[in-house]
């Protein structure tokens, strides 16, 4: 089966950086994926990684390790519209994906 | 535009009826999937198709059903066989191996 490990919360302020961790285990790893939702909302996709290195898109870049199995997701200059929860999602080669439980992010002023 | 819509937006059941929530995507992807979220949880994937008229269970399937007959459609219904329905149910979409994109989900109420 899949599994994934991220922390339940994470506090920072206005305009720092934070970073978000992804531990995984699965049979047949194909891409780690990072997604937002804000309360109430739907989950909107933001980062996808099949190679390790770093993706950057904008204020978010998310980093993968396959030989560590682990993964992060980065937001710079926060803002408080950043206030949401954070999912990293695992996919393996037979097309089925695992969500974390998610961490949710408070930007304080 | 293309996008994934999911209908309705609320939902309310009664004890032993079963309920269909629909979901529809015009975005010409071939995967499909279906979620379920409770408050401050994580998403649990309960059904999930690649192809037309195929289709494979999840994590947490019991109670539930779905087909795939047109590749634009994948209907969930929630049985009376699932005796905790109260959730959101998010449906996703995706090109083969690609990330999901995902609809603005059903809250599933019980009355």
């Known amino acids: 089966g899949q599994s994934l490990e991220q922390p339940s919360e994470v506090t920072a302020v206005e305009g720092a950086i934070v970073q978000i961790n992804c531990t995984y285990q699965?049979?047949?790893?194909?891409?780690l994926s990072w997604y937002q939702q804000h309360d109430g909302g739907a989950p909107t996709f933001l980062s996808y990684?099949?190679?390790?290195g770093l993706e950057e898109t904008g204020r978010f870049s998310s980093f993968l390790s396959r030989s560590d199995s682990y993964g992060y997701l980065l937001l710079q200059e926060l803002q408080m519209k950043d206030s949401a929860s954070y999912f990293c999602?695992?996919?393996?080669?037979?097309?089925?994906?695992?969500f974390g439980d998610g961490t949710t992010l408070t930007v304080k002023p | 535009d293309g996008g994934i819509t999911q209908s309705p937006k609320y939902l309310f059941r009664k004890e032993g009826q079963n309920v269909t929530l629909s979901c529809e995507q015009n975005?010409?992807?071939?995967?499909m999937y279906w979620y379920r979220q409770d408050p401050g949880q994580g998403l649990r994937l309960i059904y999930y198709?690649?192809?037309?008229?195929?289709?494979q269970k999840g994590d947490i399937a019991e109670g539930y059903s779905v087909s795939r007959e047109k590749k634009e459609s994948f209907p969930l219904t929630v049985t009376s066989a699932q005796k905790n329905p109260t959730a959101f149910y998010l449906c996703?979409?995706?090109?083969?191996?690609?990330?999901?994109?995902f609809g603005d989900g059903t809250r599933l109420s019980i009355l």
């Open positions: 996703a979409s995706s090109r083969p191996n690609q990330p999901q994109h």
């Open positions: 699965t049979s047949g790893f194909y891409g």
């Open positions: 990684n099949a190679l390790d």
């Open positions: 999602a695992v996919r393996d080669n037979a097309g089925k994906s695992t």
């Open positions: 975005l010409n992807h071939d995967a």
């Open positions: 198709s690649q192809i037309v008229n195929d289709f």
